[in-house]
Every structure is written in C-alpha cells, then in structure tokens.
C-alpha cells in the first residue's frame, strides 16, 4: 500500500543541477539502489517509489546539492497518462 501512495507523497529528494557535480556519491550510497542522477537530469524530484527517504544521500553529498523537498505534484503520472492516450 506504501508503494502506491508514495508517488503523491508531499516530501521528496530533490537534487540542485547548479549545484551537483555528478561525483555518484549519491547513488553510490543509497541503499535502495535508485538512479538518483536520472531524476536530477531530467529535472524532475525523485520520483521512485522505492525511496525510503533516508536522506543517506543528502548527508553524502559534498556540495549539498540535495535537499528534502516539500511540493505537491503527481510523480508521472501525468506523462503516464499522456503516453497511454
């Protein structure tokens, strides 16, 4: 039940593209294996349902690049929608 819900959860890992330097420290670190890098260069906020939230990755981050984000949006389901019709 957690999974489906946490794609419209309010808080979020977020990464700065001005402020990351691609150094993989994130993922490299993150115990739920996630591509946090993907996300960052599509410019979207992690969006996998796997994250726990643990922040490990924002504490690794050298440039503090990654924050806990609070924002309402729909992770894709929007473009799964889109794509489907």
């Known amino acids: 039940m957690q999974k489906i819900t946490s794609r ?7 990464i700065d593209k ?6 993989h420290l994130c ?3 993150c115990p739920m294996d996630i ?3 993907s996300y960052k260069n599509e410019g979207k906020r992690n969006l996998s349902t796997e994250c726990i939230i643990c922040a490990t990755c924002a504490n690794v981050c050298p440039k503090d690049a ?11 389901l929007i473009e799964e929608l889109n794509y489907k019709s």
């Open 27 to 29: 993922e490299k670190h």
């Open 35 to 37: 591509k946090l890098l």
């Open 18 to 23: 001005d402020k990351c330097v691609d150094c």
């Open 66 to 76: 990654i924050k806990l984000t609070m924002k309402f949006d729909f992770g894709n």
């Open 8 to 14: 419209f959860a309010l808080t979020k890992i977020s």
